[in-house]
């Protein structure tokens, strides 16, 4: 027996039933907030038109029409699967960032037992701030990402492996204009440059505003995947932008920069 029962006309309407309209409705609400403005929107819409045909065919009994699309629907979960992978993926994601469980940051506060590393993160800021400076000074574009140690596998193979300390004249030399490995994303986890050279995702956010180029997408695009933060360096504009779950903030100051930067490094 439902806990809250009432009556419209011949329905009946229990508090389960409130809570599977309630739970549905947040989750179209996010599909379509992932979705929104992608090529995926477009062919999930599709989907939907489809299935809407199909239920009217159904109703007209018009057999044939109802043979032919039922077979297409009939493997539309495995079609979605394939279709929507990023899509799936990155909504996986974000359930699991938001619950709080997969959080970064606490796990390595509770594995680290509170292991104090308050002075080589202010030497490691410190230098990056300066390196950030300094090519935004001279208008050197550079990709700038921190991310976990696990995480990094998700694209770092792309790019050319470092595995160096970090200071501020090799992160100015790799991002040289003359250097080889300029144009790609460097990866920092774990207090060290472990790659450059790397190949991001792209965003595909309409929102994004349109003066933006490819290296503020690709920053974006990285945020939507996996849990980083990313600083990137215009080559036009000569300013400072950071990049954090899915979100963009253009022409950070000074101030802001190492705050941002002592929070990347906890991750």
């Not at 308050?118 to 800021?125: A, H, I, Q, R």
């Not at 700038?144 to 004249?169: C, L, Q, W, Y």
């Not at 954090?244 to 253009?250: F, H, I, V």
Request: proline residues 3%; glycine residues 8%; hydrophobic residues 50%.
């Amino acid at each position: 027996m439902a806990l809250f029962l009432f009556k419209i006309g011949f329905l009946e309407i229990g508090f389960a039933d409130i809570l599977d309209i309630l739970v549905l409705t947040i989750l179209f609400f996010f599909v379509y907030r992932l979705l929104k403005g992608s090529l995926a929107f477009n062919i999930f819409v599709g989907l939907l038109v489809l299935s809407l045909i199909y239920f009217i065919v159904q109703a007209l009994e018009m057999k044939m029409m109802e043979r032919i699309l039922g077979q297409f629907l009939g493997a539309g979960l495995v079609l979605l699967v394939i279709i929507f992978q990023p899509e799936i993926r990155r909504f996986l994601f974000f359930l699991g960032r938001n619950t709080g469980i997969g959080d970064h940051q606490f796990w390595s506060r509770l594995l680290k037992k509170g292991r104090d590393n308050t002075s080589n993160n202010e030497y490691l800021v410190n230098s990056i701030a300066r390196a950030l400076q300094n090519m935004a000074r001279t208008k050197t574009g550079a990709l700038m990402v921190f991310t976990d140690i696990g995480e990094e596998k998700f694209f770092a193979n792309t790019g050319v492996p470092i595995h160096a300390e970090i200071s501020s004249k090799l992160i100015e030399t790799i991002f040289d204009k003359h250097a080889p490995l300029h144009d790609g994303a460097m990866v920092i986890a774990d207090g060290k440059i472990l790659a450059a050279g790397c190949v991001l995702p792209v965003s595909e956010n309409p929102e994004l505003p349109p003066r933006v180029g490819m290296r503020h997408r690709a920053a974006v695009g990285i945020t939507e995947h996996i849990e980083a933060h990313v600083f990137i360096v215009s080559e036009e504009r000569g300013k400072i932008s950071y990049a954090y779950r899915s979100n963009l903030r253009m022409n950070i100051p000074d101030a802001l920069l190492r705050e941002l930067l002592a929070k990347a490094l906890e991750v």
